[in-house]
């Protein structure tokens, strides 16, 4: 008879409570993390995902052996792969960590924890992130949230009482059906990666980080650059949580004023972290619906020549140079600061009218810190589906101007622009003389006012209003404070963030 505990986006040994209830328990443990072929066929999976999971798989199973245990990895169906270990050694109880995942994973421990009270296996699951289950609204939610990060950390098990079972070899990518992914800028996954990056940020990186997050150049080198690490919890929210205050509180006294508005800025992001995924928690349905029900239809989707305007805009081949730079970069390192990624976003959805749930899927797979709570009500927010945000209409001329205005980004990653002037860089279709790159898929003004008019027009249906009064009232922030139906106001960009340029 055995424990099991089942590591799914918690892949650490420390701060882990459903390990240390199991290691209490008396009875031999079983670190389980189980590949499952069919998670990795849903759209929003990729093999620069898959990779940076299995170095991450790799440092816990060190983790592990330091303690006397190990990772036992098996491949298969969850339920399937449960029932034959019951079957064969008996599981007194599973421990894990309640999981906010994508649609397919929802269903997915549905039906694991139906096979666990059919089997008579208990089931315990404990809260990871400030994130809870069956919440009826957001009355009390920041609250909780602090009073959870402020808690004590656990610390990691002295030792593992190991069941002797045996496993499967990890597969690769391709043995998953997974396209091949070259991401030659990708961030290592392990623990041990993400350690270093929070200490490197919160002593010497993240001090310009305030004023560098929203250029995609400096925003590489001075976020924290956690998100991968936060997605599958090498590092716990409360650890960075709790390491932020301590670096605050160091720089404070030491009267470095920009260093500590950082990492307030930066603690601001790890409460907004949570506050999106307690939306996919509360709708797990976002990935595959409108937030708001009329937008359903709207702006009404281009559906001549979508699939070609799809693969420019995923290639970085719009004849926007800022875009494209943006694209292209996300290709090769997976990873883009927070801003860019809502300007492209909103290039998709609003100038070239692609359905949100296509380009959403495609941005997840270029993410290697892909955390489908926030990336959904991002792309809904940033597509203008929620029905309680402010439209954000980037224009992506004038965000390369602001954000690269000498164009060296552009230049970067967009090299066939190299030798142009840096007032032709960013409208290279004003150059005097001809240049080989695409021409603008369409006019970004004139796609911009069809859809804003579009949404305009929804918006004064009177129909429109309580339907977004309750979205606010069960899905808005009590502390920052989303938009309301009435009276609205404007958030400046950055309260609206997230983990995205974390």
């Known amino acids: 008879m055995m424990e099991i505990v089942w590591f799914k986006r918690d892949l650490r040994v420390h701060d882990h409570a459903p390990l240390m209830a199991a290691c209490a328990s008396g009875r031999a443990v079983l670190p389980l993390h189980i590949v499952e072929p069919e998670q990795w066929r849903q759209p929003d999976c990729s093999a620069r995902q898959f990779a940076f999971l299995a170095e991450s798989l790799a440092d816990l199973d060190r983790s592990l052996a330091a303690r006397g245990g190990r990772l036992v990895v098996r491949v298969g169906d969850a339920v399937q792969v449960l029932h034959d270990l019951h079957t064969a050694h008996g599981i007194t109880a599973i421990h894990a960590h309640e999981e906010t995942g994508n649609l397919w994973s929802f269903t997915r421990d549905k039906a694991v924890r139906r096979w666990a009270k059919a089997a008579g296996v208990p089931m315990h699951e404990t809260r990871q992130h400030g994130v809870w289950r069956a919440l009826n609204n957001r009355n009390g939610w920041a609250a909780r949230w602090e009073a959870m990060m402020r808690s004590p950390r656990l610390p990691a098990p002295a030792s593992i009482p190991m069941a002797d079972v045996a496993g499967n070899a990890l597969p690769d990518a391709a043995a998953l059906g997974l396209a091949d992914d070259p991401c030659p800028g990708r961030q290592p996954g392990g623990r041990r990666e993400g ?145 860019m990624r809502a300007m492209v976003m909103a290039v998709a959805s609003y100038h070239l009218r692609l359905d949100w749930r296509q380009s959403g899927a495609v941005l997840a797979r270029l993410f290697t810190d892909y955390e489908p709570g926030i990336h959904w009500a991002q792309v809904q927010m940033q597509s203008g589906t929620t029905g309680t945000n402010i439209p954000r209409i980037y224009n992506p001329v004038k965000q390369g101007l602001d954000q690269d205005a000498d164009g060296d980004f552009i230049r970067r990653w967009v090299p066939e622009l190299a030798a142009l002037p840096t007032p032709f860089v960013h409208e290279p279709w004003k150059a005097p003389a001809p240049v080989a790159y695409p021409a603008p898929l369409v006019n970004h003004e004139q796609a911009a006012r069809e859809a804003k008019a579009a949404i305009t027009a929804l918006r004064r249906d009177p129909a429109h209003a309580a339907p977004a009064r309750a979205i606010v009232a069960r899905h808005g922030s009590r502390r920052a404070g989303l938009p309301s139906t009435e009276g609205r106001r404007k958030k400046p960009a950055e309260t609206m963030q997230g983990q995205l340029d974390l």
């Open 195 to 339: 350690l270093a990056l929070l200490k490197g940020f919160l002593a010497e990186r993240g001090r310009p980080y305030r004023a560098a997050m929203s250029a995609p150049d400096t925003g590489a080198d001075h976020c924290s650059r956690l998100s991968p690490h936060l997605a599958l919890g090498t590092i716990s929210m409360r650890e960075a949580y709790q390491a932020a205050l301590a670096a605050r509180a160091r720089w404070k006294a030491a009267g470095d004023v920009q260093f500590t508005r950082s990492i307030d800025s930066f603690i601001s992001r790890l409460h907004w972290h949570c506050h999106f995924i307690q939306k996919l928690e509360d709708a797990p349905w976002l990935e595959a619906r409108c937030l708001h029900p009329a937008y359903a239809g709207l702006p009404a989707p281009n559906t001549e020549g979508t699939e070609a305007r799809l693969a420019a805009w995923a290639q970085g081949r719009t004849g926007w140079p800022f875009v494209d730079a943006c694209m292209r970069s996300l290709a090769a390192t997976g990873w883009l600061n927070f801003r």
